[in-house]
Structure formats: C-alpha cells, structure tokens
C-alpha cells in the first residue's frame, strides 16, 4: 500500500511538533530549576505548592508581628528602665528631705521640682513606637496620657484603652504584650503603714455633747487590695465602735466599676444616730535645719523623745537663729538662741551624744547622736517649729475632706410652733428607700400628710410618719419610720425604726427633684428646699497612681509636711517596685517572642523544603532529560528530513 506524500508530511511535521515541546519544557525546567511552573504541569503538585506558598506567607506576616512586638517591647522596657531611675531619684530626695536637716526652704524648692518630675515621667509614659503609643493599650493612636492643665496642673488622664495589644504569631497563637498604661503606672495594692493607718471618727446620738464619742481606730499594716482595704476599714471601725462607742455595724465598700470606696452603716442601730469621718492634721512639733561644722558629725542624727515637752519655737524663717551648742574647754555645751525654755548658759556633755532636757524635769527630750567625739568649738543646730501629723486613711478611699458617712436626716432651722399641712401646697414629700441586702432603689414614693392645723410638733412629726410609712406599705417595703422633735434644737429628724419592719440601706428626701416640689413640705419640717440623703458616703475616684503621688508629694513639699513626705516615700517604693515587676514582665514576654520567632524560622524552613521537594526538579535528572530530548530530537530532524527529501521520480 503506498502512503501519500501529504500523510507523510503531516505525521512529520506533528511528530516535530510534539518534539520540539518536549524540548521547550526539558529547556524551561533546566532554566527555571521547577518541575511545575502551572497547573496544567502537575494540577494536584500545584495545589500542595499553593497550599504551602499561603502557610509561608502567614509566616512572614507573623515575622513582621513579631519584629513589631519586639520594637515596642525594647522601647517599653527602655522607657520603665527610666520611669523607675526617676522614682529612684525622687525617693532619695524624700529621705533626705523628712530628715531633721532639711530646712522648710529646702523642701519649698523640691516643690518646684515637682513638675520637672512629672513632665519627664509623662514624655516617657507618652513613648511611641512602630507608629502607635507604647502605654496606650490597644488604642494606640491617641496620647495616652494629658495633664488637666498644662500650666499648673492638679490632675493626670488617662484616655487609652485597658485592652493591652496582642499580635498573632500562629493560627492559634497570639502574645498579649501586656503594656497597658492603665495597669502600669496605677496601683491595684496599697501599702498601708504608720503613714497612713489611722481613722478618726465620731459618733453623735444628737443627744447633747456628753455623749458624743471620738475614736482614733487603727488599721494593721500590711499590703492590700482594694478589696480587702474596704474589708479590713470595716472590721477596724466595727471592733472601734464595739469596744467604745455604740456598738454601731459599719458597711465599707469598693465599687470596681466606679472604682470608688463608699462608708455606710446597716442601719440595724436603734439610736439615731451620725457619724463623722474626719482626715484631720494633729498639730505637733518637728526639729530642722540640723546642722553642725564638726569634722566627724557627718552621719549625726536627732530624735524628739518627748514630743509635748517642745512648746517654744526659733524664730521664723527659719535659719534665722537656730537654738546653738557649742562645745567648751571645759568640755561642756554653751547654749545659744533659747527660744525661750530658760536653758543654763552651759549643760553638761555626755560622750558621743547631746541630751538636752528642755522642761528641766531630768528627763532627756531631745537625743542628739553625734557619732563622733566632739572637739573644741564644735557647734550643733537645729530649728524648732511647729509641724503636722496626718496618718489618715481617708484619702486613698478617696474621701479628701472631713465627711459624714450616715446620719439621721435632720432639719436644717429651727422650726415654728404651729403647723399646717395644706392639701397641695404644703402637704407632700417625695421619696425612694433602699432596702438592706435586696439592692436597687424604689421608684419615687409620695407620702401625703393629713391636711390640717398642728398645734404641737408632736403631733405633726406623728402625721408625718404615718405619712410615709402608708407609702411605703403601698409600695409594698412595710418600712416604719421614726419622725422625732427635739425641743432643745427645735428640729425634726427623720430616721427608720429599726424595732420592726424592713430595714434600709439608705433613703433619700427628693424635696427639690420630686414631681411634688411644688407641695413640699419641707419649709414647715425645717429643710432647706433641697433633697436629702441618709444613704453611705461616695468617695471620690481611688487612683492610687504615679500621678497621684507626685501631686500629693507636691502638696506635702509646699506645706513643709515631713509626714506628707513619708507617705509619699512608702508610695514611691510601691510604685518602684511595680515597675520593676513591670519590667520583667516585659522581659519575659520579650523572651516568649524570641522563642516565637524561632518557631516560625523552623516553620518556614519545613515548608520550603516540602514545597522543594513537590515543585522543583532534580537538576541532573533534568539536564539528563534535556539531552535525551535533545537527541531524539534531532534524530527526529534527520529522518524527516531525509524522508520527505523524496519525490515520485525516486519510484520510477
């Protein structure tokens, strides 16, 4: 059978075809190194080499994470490196400056400084890096931290978020960097010491004056969290009140969500009564100025042993003459400036130490410890002034100023003789209870009192009080009420009797907000035309912060407070070593981001080599192929280049 020149041609030139894209792919993998260039090479190979291409690229992602969190933890480690060298220095100054040498000078210019320090710490606080606010959580894009006035300011905010940032390094896996500054430079313990482990207060039954009781209860020192301060205040004031006063049950609270201390009682007491909690300074007596030109007197210390013997004080200002000894031939101390205690021209010396009796009782008052021999001409003074005492706890629950934590509502003038309940003008008081242990407040009760004339303030306090027990009973409380005159004052009170009926928590007067304003009978009851609260008292905000020491340090510095002066130092040490926590912290999460770091560098390494092994090609084998293909091709050249050489005349 013969075969026609045209079917040979197009077998050839197929066959060429097909050859030549072997050699085109033989060519491509020796070029390129890769096995599979597209899906049409190897469709299952290209999707694992898909599959693995993802996995790198989450890799790289979480390199770039990691790279981020490690900027921003070196600059957070960096920043609290410095915010603790600055606490440092700023407790040195406080230990010398509570010492007796410091003068009130002294103390005034370190004031000054104040604001230095508070600047400082607020650039370090306001530290940014990788684009974003350190300190700022994970709103890290507004300034964390701004003063309430930049010119003198008395407040610092803080408008980041509690949510620290966290970056992903794995599917699974994220690293809370944990530098929030709501959490860094504001305390949730408080160390409570001699500094500030008082409470003074009073309970008065309005009973007349001798039976009014002031006590002075004391907390233990120790370490607390708000938790167990509100805690620990309520067992001092009930053991206080038990062992002294009247046995009155204290309530003391903290709020986490206002992060405030509210002071209140169960109400259970029988007496009406009110109770004042009072941050007060007690007047004493400090030396100062303490100074001396004896060559081994450097570490020289003083101490006041008796306190009350001290009632003469050196001219002011201070420094300008200082009570003076100075030391003799005759090995005594020649007295100078007395500022009035009738001191001998010369008291007898005694070793390393000046003992100075200044009431000529026989007793030393004032210690002085040299801590070297005195030589002759020696000299040693000090100031005596008047001082401050205020070891109250009352300002970290956040109560700034005296207060009143529960009381019996009393009127506020003395009222009249005669009184008239008048049906919608003068007949109504508006108001809400507060059940104990049942939490919420009622909606607003209205109690009517009877319409008529009251010829005696018994009766009319009777009216009143059935008045707002029927609303109580209609709302379904069954609250008694106990609505009392007092001749003496000529004043109602208004208070639960605790004998029977629900008990409260608290109760509150709405003489100016209630609907019936307009009717109040509040003018007849002797109240101002405003409402009226029995409920506990609210502290303000409890931050114990950074912020909030340095402003009180301030305060303490100003007034020449050496107590002010020791609170701040134990709240300094506090605040240094939460820093220093802090930083370790940082340290260790540092750690864990260079362990991640590894992971991901092993991780990586482990799908390069399996996406290796799928898509790239073994090199010899594909120079191998190449040359395989390469000859078969150019056989392939050579045949059909000699076949189709061929024409009809070579068959004739």
């Known amino acids: 059978m013969r075969v026609s020149t045209i079917s040979i041609y197009k077998q050839a030139t197929y066959q060429l075809g097909r050859l030549t894209s072997d050699l085109n792919e033989a060519n491509e993998v020796v070029s390129t190194n890769l096995k599979i260039s597209s899906a049409s090479d190897d469709p299952s190979g290209m999707n694992q080499v898909l599959t693995i291409n993802?996995?790198?690229?989450?890799?790289?992602?979480?390199?770039?994470?990691?790279?981020?969190?490690?900027?921003?933890?070196?600059?957070?480690?960096?920043?609290?490196?410095?915010?603790?060298?600055?606490?440092a220095e700023m407790k040195l100054m406080c230990s010398s400056l509570a010492n007796a040498s410091a003068s009130y000078q002294e103390r005034s210019n370190a004031a000054e400084s104040m604001l230095v320090y508070l600047d400082g710490l607020l650039d370090l606080a306001n530290t940014d890096a990788y684009g974003g606010y350190v300190f700022g959580g994970d709103d890290n894009q507004t300034t964390p931290f701004t003063l309430d006035d930049d010119d003198n300011p008395t407040r610092v905010t803080y408008n980041g978020s509690s949510d620290?940032?966290?970056?992903?390094?794995?599917?699974?896996?994220?690293?809370?960097?944990?530098?929030?500054?709501?959490?860094?430079f504001y305390e949730d313990e408080i160390i409570v010491d001699t500094t500030n482990n008082k409470i003074v207060f009073t309970e008065d039954p309005g009973t007349g004056d001798d039976n009014i009781i002031t006590m002075e209860a004391t907390i233990v020192s120790g370490t607390y969290s708000k938790e167990e301060l509100a805690a620990v205040v309520e067992d001092t004031l009930n053991e206080a009140s038990e062992e002294r006063g009247y046995g009155i049950v204290y309530e003391v609270k903290y709020d986490e969500a206002t992060n405030t201390f509210s002071m209140g009682t169960d109400a259970s007491n029988d007496i009406p009564m009110s109770v004042t909690f009072e941050a007060i300074q007690t007047e004493t007596v400090r030396v100062s100025n303490l100074e001396s030109n004896g060559n081994y007197f450097e570490d020289m210390e003083i101490d006041i042993i008796n306190k009350t013997a001290l009632t003469k004080y050196t001219p002011e200002p201070e420094g300008?003459?200082?009570?003076?000894?100075?030391?003799?031939?005759?090995g005594t101390w020649a007295v100078s400036n007395d500022p009035g205690y009738g001191?001998?021209?010369?008291?007898?010396?005694?070793?390393?130490?000046?003992?100075?009796?200044?009431?000529?009782?026989?007793?030393?008052?004032?210690?002085?410890?040299?801590?070297?021999?005195?030589?002759?001409?020696?000299?040693?003074?000090?100031?005596?002034?008047?001082?401050?005492?205020?070891?109250?706890?009352?300002?970290?629950?956040?109560?700034?100023?005296?207060?009143?934590?529960?009381?019996?509502?009393?009127?506020?003038?003395?009222?009249?003789?005669?009184?008239?309940?008048?049906?919608?003008?003068?007949?109504?008081?508006?108001?809400?209870?507060?059940?104990?242990?049942?939490?919420?407040?009622?909606?607003?009760?209205?109690?009517?009192?009877?319409?008529?004339?009251?010829?005696?303030?018994?009766?009319?306090?009777?009216?009143?009080?059935?008045?707002?027990?029927?609303?109580?009973?209609?709302?379904?409380?069954?609250v008694n009420y106990s609505v009392l005159y007092d001749e003496q004052t000529k004043s109602f009170t208004i208070s639960e009797d605790t004998d029977t009926g629900q008990q409260l928590e608290s109760f509150d007067l709405l003489f100016s907000s209630g609907t019936n304003a307009d009717s109040s009978a509040a003018r007849t009851l002797g109240f101002n035309a405003e409402d009226v609260s029995s409920g506990p008292l609210q502290g303000e905000e409890a931050t114990w912060s950074i912020w909030d020491t340095i402003f009180d340090l301030k305060e303490a510095l100003e007034g020449d407070d050496v107590d002010g002066i020791q609170r701040a130092m134990t709240r300094l040490e506090n605040h240094f070593e939460s820093l220093t926590s802090s930083i370790s912290t940082v340290g260790t999460i540092y750690d864990t981001t260079t362990t991640t770091e590894v992971t991901i560098s092993d991780s990586d390494l482990t799908l390069t080599t399996q996406r290796a092994t799928v898509r790239d090609a073994d090199t010899v084998e594909a120079?191998?192929?190449?040359?395989?293909?390469?000859?078969?091709?150019?056989?392939?050249?050579?045949?059909?280049?000699?076949?189709?050489?061929?024409?009809?005349?070579?068959?004739?």
């Open 343 to 478: 001191f001998p021209t010369e008291i007898a010396a005694n070793g390393e130490t000046l003992e100075i009796d200044v009431d000529d009782d026989g007793e030393t008052d004032i210690l002085v410890d040299l801590n070297g021999a005195p030589a002759l001409g020696d000299t040693v003074s000090f100031d005596i002034v008047e001082g401050y005492e205020n070891a109250s706890i009352l300002p970290d629950l956040g109560f700034k100023r005296e207060t009143v934590a529960l009381e019996t509502v009393t009127s506020n003038f003395e009222v009249g003789s005669y009184f008239f309940a008048i049906a919608g003008e003068t007949d109504t008081i508006d108001f809400t209870e507060t059940l104990l242990d049942q939490g919420g407040t009622s909606v607003q009760l209205t109690a009517v009192i009877e319409p008529g004339t009251y010829s005696d303030p018994e009766s009319y306090a009777a009216a009143v009080e059935k008045a707002l027990e029927t609303a109580s009973a209609d709302n379904g409380n069954r």
């Open 54 to 87: 993802s996995h790198l690229a989450a890799l790289d992602q979480y390199q770039v994470n990691v790279d981020q969190a490690q900027n921003v933890l070196s600059t957070a480690e960096t920043a609290l490196d410095s915010m603790a060298d600055q606490l």
């Open 320 to 330: 300008t003459e200082p009570l003076t000894f100075t030391y003799t031939v005759d």
């Open 623 to 652: 120079i191998m192929v190449l040359k395989s293909t390469q000859t078969v091709y150019e056989a392939a050249l050579s045949s059909t280049s000699s076949v189709m050489g061929l024409s009809l005349v070579d068959y004739m």
């Open 164 to 184: 620290a940032v966290s970056i992903s390094t794995s599917q699974n896996t994220t690293i809370s960097l944990d530098c929030c500054g709501c959490d860094l």
